[in-house]
């Protein structure tokens, strides 16, 4: 069973930026679709960015052109770019490793926005 490990979330003020990690237990970037999901308070946990084994990288709407999703496979962890953050994207955010039955979570890290 896979582990991830998330960290860099924070408060922010609008308009800042913050960067999420999550560290795999092991290498399965090539084999696992991998992504990252948030769920706010009173709301249900809603896809934020998710790549594909094979590279192909799909973005909520919400984010597209803000946050930019990548991967260091010589380090087994993935990242999270995030510009120009809103109050809305308050959430706790989380990793997720997926392939076909097979799913990982982490733990979740808090990234609140606010002035």
């Known amino acids: 069973q896979v582990q991830l490990v998330e960290s860099g979330g924070g408060l922010v003020q609008p308009g800042g930026s913050l960067r999420l990690s999550c560290a795999a237990s092991?290498?399965?970037?090539?084999?696992?679709?991998m992504g990252w999901y948030r769920q706010a308070p009173g709301k249900q946990r809603e896809l934020v960015a998710r790549?594909?084994?094979?590279?192909?990288?799909i973005y909520a709407d919400s984010v597209k052109g803000r946050f930019t999703f990548s991967k260091d496979n010589t380090k087994n962890t993935m990242y999270l770019q995030m510009n120009s953050l809103k109050p809305e994207n308050t959430a706790v955010y989380y990793c997720?490793?997926?392939?076909?039955?097979?799913?990982?979570w982490g733990q979740g890290t808090q990234v609140t926005v606010s002035s």
């Open positions: 092991r290498s399965i970037f090539n084999l696992y679709a």
């Open positions: 790549i594909s084994p094979g590279g192909s990288t």
């Open positions: 997720k490793a997926e392939r076909g039955a097979l799913q990982a």
